[in-house]
């Protein structure tokens, strides 16, 4: 990591910055769902998953989160010698255990079907064994397809997209921070709610479900694919009740939307530096990235603050871990926007609620409680 963004980390942890960029190298244990409870029941989900041999767990304190446990890590064998190169995402996926797909390979030793690859990322971290299922002639006239089958992984843990609760859209992935941060909004029925970055579609669901249809969502993104993910999420899901997916740049929905003032809650997750995602296998931000985020997010408050009725609610979060993206972000909209900071009407005991100049927010942190590092603030429109 480059030390201004080291830097810029040790305003958070201080000394304990060295081990937090160790333990985002590491996953939580936890992989989390959300049960779609418009269709069943959190215990009938955990019901059919041990039917197919997968033990899994209701959560302590979120009532529609289930999650299983990852397995290792495990010592992968050192006398493979052919290698494909891939990008961190895929490495990322490869090392939890997933097969290997052609997105993301960027470069490959020759082989033939049937042969053993070992898999690196671009910055030569081994995450894992798969077996070939093409050849390498064959590999470069691909776009998609299955590549490689994984046969050694650091981790592993249940493929949850090959489930039959996954398959019937009882189940959606997602972290446990993102489903608070839709409990922290409280969106209420019969509510006009705008989530400004849907997609992949895990907020904007999670409104759906938490307010039993009976809402009405606006769910923005800045192109047509990403409001395909969304759409195609929704749909499995059954999630598709008063809600129009929108392809839009939505930094300027004030502007081309007649909303102004008369939405109740909004939703902002906005491009961010990732910082808190784990497993983070390489750290290639910089400083320069984190200001130029910090300054993309602040379009999307000002957006939200002329949509909102006046005693709105928005709910901002990233995942990530600086001041630049986050405190100092929900406290330039309290100082120049004209919002207030105001507290969760619930509490979750696995996130640490601050207090930065004029503002409270809440933090989850790598260090405590295995979590990933995610923000999340509230904001009112006076």
């Not at 304190?61 to 190169?85: H, M, Q, R």
């Amino acid at each position: 990591m480059r030390e201004e963004l080291l830097n810029e980390l040790k305003r958070v942890y201080g000394s304990l910055t060295l081990r937090l960029v160790e333990a985002l190298k590491t996953p939580p244990r936890r992989l989390y769902m959300r049960v779609n409870t418009l269709k069943t029941s959190v215990e009938a989900v955990l019901e059919e998953m041990e039917r197919e041999g997968v033990k899994a767990w209701k959560d302590e304190e979120v009532g529609e989160a289930v999650y299983v446990e990852l397995n290792g890590p495990f010592k992968l064998p050192s006398d493979v010698e052919k290698t494909i190169v891939v990008d961190e995402k895929t490495a990322t996926s490869v090392m939890m255990g997933a097969n290997l797909y052609r997105p993301g390979v960027l470069k490959a030793d020759s082989f033939r079907g049937g042969d053993l690859v070992k898999v690196v990322s671009k910055h030569g971290f081994y995450a894992g064994v798969v077996e070939i299922t093409v050849s390498s002639s064959e590999l470069f006239k691909m776009s998609n397809g299955l590549i490689g089958v994984n046969v050694a992984s650091i981790y592993n843990a249940p493929k949850i997209s090959e489930l039959s609760v996954y398959r019937k859209g009882l189940v959606y992935p997602q972290g446990l921070p993102a489903m608070i941060t839709t409990i922290f909004l409280n969106p209420r029925e019969s509510e006009l709610i705008v989530d400004l970055n849907a997609s992949p579609g895990g907020k904007t669901g999670h409104v759906i479900q938490y307010t039993r249809g009976r809402s009405r969502v606006l769910a923005f993104d800045r192109n047509e694919p990403k409001i395909q993910v969304l759409k195609s999420n929704l749909e499995r899901l059954g999630l598709t009740v008063n809600v129009i997916p929108i392809p839009y740049d939505s930094r300027y929905v004030h502007l081309d939307f007649n909303l102004n003032g008369r939405v109740d809650k909004v939703l902002v997750d906005p491009p961010c530096s990732n910082l808190g995602v784990r497993p983070k296998l390489e750290f290639d931000k910089t400083l320069s990235n984190v200001l130029n985020n910090a300054s993309y997010q602040k379009q999307f408050l000002k957006t939200a603050h002329s949509l909102l009725k006046k005693g709105g609610i928005l709910a901002y979060s990233t995942c990530t871990l600086t001041l630049k993206e986050n405190e100092e972000i929900v406290s330039y909209a309290v100082r120049e926007l004209g919002f207030e900071s105001v507290e969760a009407e619930t509490w979750f005991s696995r996130c640490d609620k601050i207090y930065f100049e004029n503002i409270v927010a809440y933090r989850f942190h790598p260090l405590n409680n295995d979590m990933p590092g995610y923000f999340i603030a509230l904001l009112r429109k006076t």
